[in-house]
């Protein structure tokens, strides 16, 4: 069965913090990882990863993929009271037949920015 | 509009009642997903379309949820004789393509929060 793992499940930091958050799956067929930023409303993109090692970046934020340890990391430089939500990773499938279209989701990290 | 869109936001239905979620994909958009979103969870996938086609509905958890789009642009879900345990968020995203770089993005509505009492 797909699995999607991210830890901590929440954290609180200060602002001007820098906090990495994690995401590691068991897929098969693995075809990308994708961060979603959800507040209350609907998730928001922030990255979608397909090769190992190259780092995307905006702004703030940066994530990577390591696909020989099935990782993925999302780093959050200077904290902002803005960033208190929860993101979400989540891996999308190359085709093998029915139950390869969605993206499976972990949890999310609930990450709490205090003044 | 500049983005997806659903109605209604919120919804109280009573056990046993039917209810229909519609959804508004970004104009152009291919593909089309549903997901449940229960309290404390990550999205789960339920079912998708690629135009009018529903390729996929391994996620739907019954008989009771059914889903459409018929002209390959708006899409409903509709779960009949609601039970409490679908109370969740149902969240909607469109994206260009299902797989292909950037164009397989998924973009999210903001969700339509049902509550079966």
């Not at chain 1, 190992?52 to 990391?73: P, T």
């Not at chain 2, 009573?14 to 508004?24: F, N, S």
């Amino acid at each position: 069965e797909d699995k999607v793992v991210q830890s901590p499940l929440s954290l609180v930091v200060h602002e001007g913090d820098t906090v990495t958050l994690n995401c590691s799956y068991e897929v098969t067929n693995f075809r990308s990882l994708l961060w979603y930023k959800q507040e209350k409303k609907a998730p928001t993109f922030l990255f979608m990863l397909t090769s190992s090692g190259i780092e995307k970046k905006s702004g703030r934020l940066s994530s990577i993929l390591d696909k020989k340890e099935l990782f993925s990391i999302l780093n959050i430089t200077a904290t902002q009271t803005g960033d208190s939500a929860i993101y979400l990773c989540a891996v999308g499938k190359k085709y093998s037949g029915a139950g390869s279209y969605q993206l499976t989701f972990g949890k999310g990290t609930k990450l709490s920015v205090i003044p | 509009g500049a983005g997806v869109s659903q109605s209604p936001r919120y919804k109280v239905a009573k056990r046993g009642q039917d209810v229909a979620l519609r959804c508004d994909p970004i104009s152009g958009h291919v593909s089309l997903f549903w997901y449940q979103q229960a309290l404390g969870q990550g999205p789960e996938f339920l079912t998708y379309f690629q135009n009018e086609a529903q390729l996929d509905k391994s996620g739907l958890p019954s008989d009771r949820f059914f889903a459409e789009r018929p002209e390959g642009s708006v899409s409903t879900l509709k779960i009949q004789r609601t039970q409490q345990e679908d109370s969740a968020v149902y969240l909607c995203a469109s994206s260009l393509v299902w797989a292909g770089g950037p164009r397989e993005t998924q973009y999210f509505g903001p969700g339509t929060r049902l509550l079966v009492l």
